[in-house]
């Protein structure tokens, strides 16, 4: 209670709770993606940076403020979204895409070429 | 892959979700949740009506909808799940006064949902004056 307070009233932007964002990973043949949850959050709020094979991606979310308003509830703090990723080998980092929607962060990691999978032809013998 | 199913498991956001849920309903018995958890909200008041913020992350702004019935106002949406199922999601409020539901307006952009419902204007107020005897 009081720390959720305190990141909303007092603490404000320069240092705000963090919180690890839900986070999904599926694989496709070709990539995996990578959907990260950030409701709240604009485009210019989010960075995105890799370092060495970790992918790290922070994150601040906008909350409406009012002053000549009472706030009868209050679940939504302002908080910093941070995650990090160590990328699997397979992963080919120069390629990775990033794109987001609904305000959620979706990432394409596309595997590497010898790591997809090959149909491997019979030639008659 | 291990960092991955870490974050998916991720038990710090029950801790977070406990702390910025848990204490306000119980505060605000006025503004208990009628049903549903999920989204989460801020909601403003003040004299002319409420502002509802809600974070509705991944939802498709044409599958979301609110309802406004007398006192009771109601989020209801649809989410596209990772398999291709959608899941519903739906969550009401109990509020302490009666809102307009022919000015609500409501506008999706970064999976935050804000609407703005007016209070529904009171019934008159009649003066009755005391005559002196």
């Given at each position: 209670?009081?720390?959720?307070?305190?990141?909303?009233?007092?603490?404000?932007?320069?240092?705000r709770?963090?919180?690890?964002?839900?986070?999904?990973?599926?694989e496709?043949?070709?990539?995996?993606?990578?959907t990260?949850?950030?409701p709240?959050?604009?485009?210019?709020?989010?960075?995105?940076?890799?370092?060495?094979?970790?992918?790290?991606?922070?994150?601040?979310?906008?909350?409406l403020?009012?002053?000549?308003?009472?706030?009868?509830?209050a679940e939504?703090?302002e908080?910093?979204?941070?995650a990090?990723?160590?990328?699997?080998?397979?992963?080919?980092?120069?390629?990775?895409?990033?794109a987001?929607?609904?305000?959620?962060?979706?990432?394409?990691?596309?595997?590497r070429?010898?790591?997809?999978?090959?149909?491997?032809?019979?030639?008659?013998? | 892959?291990?960092?991955?199913?870490?974050?998916?498991?991720?038990?710090?956001r029950?801790?977070?979700?406990?702390?910025?849920?848990?204490?306000?309903?119980?505060?605000?018995?006025?503004?208990r949740?009628?049903?549903?958890h999920y989204?989460?909200v801020?909601?403003?008041?003040s004299?002319q009506?409420?502002?509802v913020?809600?974070?509705v992350?991944?939802?498709?702004?044409e599958?979301?909808?609110?309802?406004?019935?007398?006192?009771?106002?109601?989020?209801?949406?649809?989410r596209?799940?990772?398999?291709g199922?959608?899941?519903e999601?739906?969550?009401?409020?109990?509020?302490p006064?009666?809102l307009?539901?022919?000015?609500?307006?409501?506008?999706?952009?970064?999976?935050?949902l804000?609407v703005?419902?007016?209070r529904?204007?009171a019934?008159?107020?009649?003066?009755?004056?005391?005559?002196?005897?």
């Amino acid at each position: 209670m009081s720390l959720a307070t305190k990141s909303e009233n007092e603490v404000q932007k320069v240092n705000r709770l963090e919180v690890t964002p839900v986070t999904r990973v599926d694989e496709q043949e070709a990539a995996f993606t990578l959907t990260v949850e950030l409701p709240g959050v604009s485009e210019k709020d989010v960075e995105i940076s890799l370092e060495n094979r970790t992918l790290s991606i922070t994150a601040e979310n906008t909350v409406l403020s009012f002053t000549d308003r009472e706030r009868v509830l209050a679940e939504i703090p302002e908080v910093r979204y941070r995650a990090a990723f160590e990328l699997p080998e397979r992963v080919e980092t120069a390629g990775i895409k990033a794109a987001h929607k609904n305000g959620l962060l979706i990432l394409t990691l596309p595997k590497r070429e010898e790591v997809k999978p090959r149909r491997i032809s019979i030639t008659a013998g | 892959m291990r960092a991955y199913l870490n974050t998916i498991n991720n038990p710090w956001r029950v801790l977070d979700e406990l702390m910025t849920e848990f204490p306000y309903d119980l505060l605000n018995s006025a503004w208990r949740t009628r049903s549903g958890h999920y989204p989460r909200v801020n909601v403003w008041e003040s004299e002319q009506g409420l502002v509802v913020e809600a974070e509705v992350a991944g939802v498709d702004p044409e599958k979301l909808e609110v309802a406004v019935d007398a006192n009771v106002l109601t989020l209801k949406g649809s989410r596209a799940q990772a398999d291709g199922t959608k899941s519903e999601f739906q969550r009401s409020f109990n509020l302490p006064f009666e809102l307009d539901n022919e000015n609500v307006k409501a506008k999706a952009k970064n999976g935050m949902l804000t609407v703005s419902i007016p209070r529904k204007a009171a019934a008159e107020k009649r003066k009755i004056l005391i005559e002196n005897a």
